[in-house]
């Protein structure tokens, strides 16, 4: 499956929505969009896509275009090499698609901390650390094809 930030975007959005479903937080509904866009915000910097892959890649290649071209590498090899060494800059924490720049838990608690301060989230009702094991366990599961 390939990731882009629309797909963080949604991460966010099932994570705002299930957590609400399972009675853990409550909001105005009418919040509901600000919610989700903090939340992006918040953990966007943190998940790395596979545009964002692409994307890297690419600007890699032109930075070293000439240099590459002097190989006997072919356009599609350059990519696929430029590619791996942005991979390999990212780290082994990947899941669905997403690099996660920062461990699981590490995000969790940075979403738990987020709902217990905004001031756009009415209660929470769930304990911090069980608030932390919801999360990575939605991160987990997260599956963008289900959500269409």
């Known amino acids: 499956m390939s990731t882009n930030r ?11 929505n299930r957590l609400e479903n399972r009675k853990a937080i409550t909001f105005p509904a009418r919040l509901r969009s600000i919610v989700q866009d903090e939340l992006f915000d918040l953990v966007g910097p943190y998940i790395v896509s596979e545009q964002d892959i692409r994307e890297r890649a690419l600007a890699k290649m032109g930075a070293k275009a000439e240099q590459l071209q002097e190989t006997s590498f072919t356009e599609s090899d350059q990519f696929k090499a430029a590619k791996a060494l942005v991979k390999a800059g990212l780290g082994d924490d990947v899941l ?4 996660f720049q920062r461990p699981l838990k590490t995000i969790a608690e940075s979403i738990v901390a987020y709902l217990m301060r905004s001031s756009h989230i009415d209660d929470v009702f769930e304990s911090d650390e069980e608030l932390e094991r919801q999360l990575v366990e939605i991160v987990q599961k997260f599956d963008p094809k289900e959500l269409h």
Request: with cysteine; glycine share 6%.
């Open 6 to 16: 629309e797909t963080i975007r949604l991460l966010c959005k099932s994570i705002i």
């Open 96 to 99: 669905n698609g997403f690099y």
